[in-house]
């Protein structure tokens, strides 16, 4: 009897210490919460935890997100100019324009689009430069796609890529070479114009 009163004993402590343990966890965390917002949480944790919108971002993290939405195209962009519920899926090889199937059409192993099929069957074109590309460097070949984007955009001069393959029979391989054509008028002046380009 007297060893199941020691037991109750300890029990009813033990669960005093619980419950006096709890309450003062209570009043603690009440207490923090009226403290003001600025000694709450140390600097660099507050400012983690901000809006875009209002720029609370630390700055680091502002120009990284500057950064991505840079590279991610707007969602118009993803889309047919022409049918906006379309999804773009071909590129134009004179204006890199990304159009759908119904707008762009496939001639002479390359697509252009509706504005731009004319153009191209309309002159005759020729290369102004060749240059081979391989895995190992791959960046010649990004330049010229480059120069290409920019010769239209800056100085409205259509221009378009062919990618050709040959078979190296000695060295047992596919050569991968990038010529860039232009309407035959305009050949001699880009020519010129980007001698320094191949290598
Ligand atoms: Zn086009
Ligand atoms: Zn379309």
Redesign the pocket.
Same mark, same amino acid.
């Given at each position: 009897m007297e060893h199941t009163a020691l037991i109750l004993i300890v029990v009813t402590l033990f669960l005093l210490v619980i419950i006096v343990g709890l309450l003062t966890a209570l009043v603690f965390k009440l207490f923090r919460q009226t403290l003001p917002r600025e000694s709450s949480l140390p600097r660099s944790q507050e400012a983690t935890s901000g809006d875009l919108s209002t720029g609370e971002f630390h700055p680091a993290i502002m120009e990284r997100l500057k950064e991505l939405d840079k590279i991610k195209p707007p969602r118009a962009e993803l889309f047919c100019p022409n049918h906006t519920e379309e999804p773009g899926e071909v590129t /134009?090889s004179? /204006?890199d324009?990304l159009f759908c199937r119904a707008c762009i059409k496939p001639f002479k192993a390359l697509h252009? /689009?509706k504005?731009?099929l004319p153009l191209v069957m309309r002159h005759d074109w020729d290369e102004v430069l060749t240059i081979k590309t391989s895995t190992a460097d791959p960046e010649h070949g990004v330049r010229l796609f480059d120069v290409k984007k920019e010769l239209f955009k800056e100085r409205d001069i259509p221009t378009y890529v062919e990618t050709h393959y040959k078979i190296n029979v000695d060295q047992d391989h596919i050569e991968t070479y990038l010529v860039l054509f232009a309407i035959r008028e305009s050949v001699d002046d880009l020519r010129e114009r980007l001698k320094d380009f191949q290598i």
């Open positions: /134009c004179i /204006c324009g252009f /689009c504005e731009h």
